[in-house]
C-alpha cells in the first residue's frame, strides 16, 4: 500500500500527522470488487493524527490540512477518498460529546469551509456510518461524478470492514 504523508506543526510544540493511504491493485479488485472499467480508479484512505496527544492543536493547522487535502484532490483526479473518524480519548476532551462526534464536528467545520471549491471541483461526498452497534462512527467518502457508478462498492467495504 502507497502512502503519502506530511506534518503540520503548530508552532507551540505539537504537529498534526496527515497521511493518505492509497489501496493495491489486489485489493481494488479483490477486496472492493472494482469492475475492470474503473482499474484505473485511486482509493485512499485519510489518516489525521496529533503528535502529542496532551497537548491541543491550534486551529490555523487544520485549515492548513484543509487546503493540502484539496492539493491532494486535485494532483488525483482519478481517486476516491475515504476519513473515518477516530473513536479514541481525546485527553484534553472536556465535553458530553464523544471524541468520534467530536471528531466529526471539526472534521465537518473544516469541509464546510471547503464545500464550495469543492464543489467547482466536481467532487461529491457521502456519509457513512461505520462500526458495530454500540461502537460506530462517522465516515465520509469523497468521489468525482465519474465514479458515482462503483461508488457504493467503496461504501460497502467501508462499512463491512469495521462490523467486527
Excluded at 460529546?97 to 471539526?106: A, D, F, G, I
Excluded at 464550495?116 to 468521489?143: C, H, N, W
Amino acid at each position: 500500500m502507497d502512502s503519502v504523508e506530511i506534518l503540520f506543526p503548530d508552532n507551540e510544540g505539537n504537529h498534526l500527522v496527515v497521511v493518505l493511504y492509497f489501496y493495491d491493485d489486489i485489493d481494488k479488485v479483490h477486496t472492493f470488487q472494482i469492475p475492470q472499467d474503473f482499474s484505473n480508479l485511486d482509493i485512499a484512505d485519510i489518516n489525521i493524527n496529533k503528535l502529542d496527544m496532551d497537548k491541543p492543536l491550534k486551529i490555523s493547522v487544520f485549515f492548513k490540512m484543509s487546503n493540502w487535502l484539496l492539493d491532494q484532490f486535485l494532483l488525483y483526479p482519478n481517486a476516491v477518498f475515504s476519513f473515518i473518524c477516530s473513536t479514541d480519548p481525546l485527553e484534553t476532551h472536556k465535553s458530553e460529546k464523544s471524541p468520534e462526534e467530536v471528531r466529526w464536528n471539526l472534521f465537518e467545520f473544516l469541509y464546510l469551509r471547503k464545500k464550495s471549491l469543492l464543489d467547482e471541483m466536481g467532487i461529491k461526498s457521502k456519509d457513512i456510518v461505520v462500526g458495530p452497534d454500540g461502537y460506530q462512527t462517522f465516515a465520509r467518502v469523497f468521489y468525482r461524478d465519474k465514479h458515482a457508478h462503483i461508488i457504493h462498492l467503496v461504501i460497502a467495504h467501508l462499512t463491512n470492514k469495521y462490523k467486527v
